[in-house]
Nanobody, 117 residues
Framework: QVQLVESGGGLVQAGGSLRLSCAAS????????MGWYRQAPGNQRELVAV???????NYADSVKGRFTISRDSVKNTVYLQMNSLKPEDTAVYYC???????????WGKGTLVTVSS
């Protein structure tokens, strides 16, 4: 089992910045993928950014150039630096961990990001 604890959400004005953190604990395998997804009201959950333990990254087109994902392998923590936030970035942001050994995935409980115009 893997537990994920997210933090850093909140209310920010358009153009502002927030930094999300997600700490993983439990049965962490050296090969894994960690990242962020989001779900706005009435929408499906969508990928925001993911980063593998090997360093590969993938971003949604809508956040490229504004968001940066990073990881601390010692702390088993993934971060999402969000700059130039827009009202359309408003959503619940979920952390996801994918075990590279068995392909099992785990989700955090989510943290709400609200961007006011």
């Amino acid at each position: 089992q893997v537990q994920l604890v997210e933090s850093g959400g909140g209310l920010v004005q358009a153009g502002g910045s927030l930094r999300l953190s997600c700490a993983a604990s439990g049965s962490i395998f050296s090969s894994n993928v960690m990242g962020w997804y989001r779900q706005a009201p009435g929408n499906q959950r969508e990928l925001v950014a993911v980063k593998s333990s090997g360093g590969s990254t993938n971003y949604a087109d809508s956040v490229k150039g504004r968001f940066t994902i990073s990881r601390d392998s010692v702390k088993n923590t993934v971060y999402l630096q969000m700059n130039s936030l827009k009202p359309e970035d408003t959503a619940v942001y979920y952390c996801k961990y994918v075990d590279g050994r068995y392909g099992m995935d785990y989700w955090g409980k989510g943290t709400l990001v609200t961007v006011s115009s």
